[in-house]
């Protein structure tokens, strides 16, 4: 979708979009007095259109071509999501009608508790964000989708508003191309190579360990996951310091798990729906995208990124369940489920992030179990930490942009099913239920003494949802890096001194 926002002026447009508040209030300044006619004739007709955030209503052959109504709630109560979700609805309503260019006029009244201009730059931003298509493999391109023109009183407020947006939206987009290249297209050596071309020009520093760095650092875990495969796995370090060399030590790492391709080894997955495995790294593709939001906005905050790549394949030289591995912390592991890979590739990741940089935080992302997809379904993550405060901020980060977590059980039965073995320090599967507990308690053995640890089971939210405010239907998502972004925004920025403060910009 391309958005341009433009001064208010009454122009015809062939599609007008119209914002309603609750109980049908229309705010006519700025619109064409026949869309005003045609917009009250239709809320006069009861049942039809409340105002509600997230309405949307599309009526054809009005005066002025097709009117379509959008819902912002009550003008008190707009924040920005309430926007965010009005714009997604409207990008969606666009596409489905298949509308090529369209045009708002945004006008809030007085008792609205965003201003014109940043209301027009959030809806802009879910706009954008619900509006992402894949067509890359489409020999017929289905081009850059509609055109929105955002008319607003102050149309460059509106876009210096817009511009961080734009970079947080990028780093959406960069999870979401990833996560939905074919995995044939998409292995961890081409990973790496779009990891390098996007973000070292933002200034990240990347660090990739080849397979000798891993065997030589004693990664068997990860490692036992890759050998079945013909392609090399990757060891993924970005890190992005936005503050200018200050921060000396490391408030927050970001974990993702990155299986470009998960068969389920010799515990072979069923055929039905294994296609979907392309997007078994869309934890990694979070931390990535993550990354790239901040680097895009240069957030003042030092913050590393890792990711394990590799892809679980089957083949004369693949792992087997009854192997025993041992792992970079040097605890063993019973292998008695080629398909609980995921956990060996953090496991390692997650040791060597802890030596390496020593942060203070750690969360880890992963399409870790179908258990929490059974749990949770897709309307949250799984959420699992050894602190409350740090699971509160996580969830917190996550509500302010509809990318949800439900807290979940880690507990001492479920630890001990991951012991429970003669063979080996602890087992990669249980038999116990409670499956996505058992793989977070998995994890919770490879942190280390006095750091916070929180990891999210996106396993259900990566892809394949429907009906989201702002996340595409169906197709890889890039969910969870709004939710990384805006928790390091949120809680891990440094904030600019109080005592000279910048002259703010006229709203
Ligand atoms: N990648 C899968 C989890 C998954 C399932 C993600 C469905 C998205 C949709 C993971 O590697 C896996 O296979 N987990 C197993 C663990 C079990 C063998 C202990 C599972 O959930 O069945
Ligand atoms: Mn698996
Ligand atoms: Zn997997």
Not at 15 to 39: C, E, K, M, N, Y
């Amino acid at each position: 979708m391309q958005i341009e926002f433009s001064p208010l002026s009454i122009k015809p447009a062939p599609v007008h979009i119209v914002p309603v508040f609750a109980d049908r209030r229309l705010d006519s300044a700025g619109l064409h007095p026949d869309t005003v006619a045609d917009a009250e004739r239709i809320l006069t007709s009861p049942g039809t259109f409340e105002g509600k955030t997230s309405e949307v209503l599309t009526v054809p052959g009005t005066a002025n071509g097709m009117l379509v109504l959008i819902g912002l709630g009550k003008p008190e109560a707009l924040n920005a999501l309430a926007c965010e979700t009005a714009g997604g609805r409207l990008a969606k309503a666009l596409s489905d009608q298949k509308l090529a260019r369209a045009e708002l006029v945004l006008h809030l009244p007085a008792d609205a508790a965003l201003s014109s201009s940043q209301a027009a730059a959030h809806l802009a931003h879910g706009a954008l964000l619900k509006s992402y298509k894949f067509d890359k493999y489409k020999t017929a391109k289905t081009g850059e989708g509609p055109f929105l023109s955002i008319r607003v009183a102050d149309a460059a407020a509106a876009e210096r508003a817009f511009a961080p947006m734009r970079e947080s939206a990028a780093g959406a987009y960069f999870a979401r191309d990833l996560a939905n290249e074919p995995p044939n297209a998409l292995y961890p050596e081409t990973m790496l190579q779009r990891l390098i071309a996007e973000l070292s020009p933002l200034g990240v520093k990347i660090r990739a360990l080849s397979e000798d760095d891993m065997r030589e650092k004693g990664m068997g875990a990860l490692l036992a996951v890759a050998q079945g495969s013909a392609k090399k796995p990757y060891l993924v370090t970005m890190e992005w310091d936005g503050t200018g060399g200050r921060q000396k030590d490391l408030p927050i790492a970001l974990v993702g798990k990155g299986v470009t391709f998960d068969t389920g080894g010799y515990s072979i997955k069923p055929a039905a729906g294994m296609d979907q495995m392309k997007f078994d790294m869309g934890g990694a593709a979070a931390v990535v995208g993550a990354i790239r939001s901040l680097a895009g906005r240069k957030a003042p905050v030092r913050i590393v990124g890792a990711v394990g790549l590799v892809e679980n394949m089957i083949s004369g030289n693949a792992y087997r369940p009854g192997d025993i591995v041992t792992s970079m912390a040097g605890k063993t592991i019973e292998i008695n489920n080629t398909d609980a890979e995921g956990r060996l590739v953090l496991a390692d990741v997650l040791t060597y992030v802890q030596r390496e940089f020593k942060p203070a935080h750690i969360v880890d992302l992963a399409t870790l179990t179908g258990a929490c997809r059974v749990a949770l379904g897709t309307a949250f993550a799984g959420v699992f930490s050894n602190d409350d405060d740090f699971a509160a901020a996580i969830m917190q980060a996550g509500a302010a942009v509809h990318e949800r977590g439900w807290r979940m059980p880690l507990d001492d039965i479920f630890n001990r099913a991951m012991k429970d073995t003669p063979y080996a320090d602890l087992v990669n599967a249980a038999s116990i239920g409670g499956g996505a507990s058992t793989a977070a308690e998995f994890i919770k053995e490879f942190i280390e003494p006095g750091v916070k640890w929180t990891h999210l089971d996106i396993a259900a939210m990566a892809s394949g949802a429907s009906g989201h405010p702002t996340l595409p239907d169906k197709i890889g998502n890039g969910f969870g890096v709004r939710l990384l972004d805006r928790l390091i925004a949120d809680r891990f920025e440094e904030k600019a001194p109080a005592a000279s403060p910048t002259p703010a910009p006229a709203p």
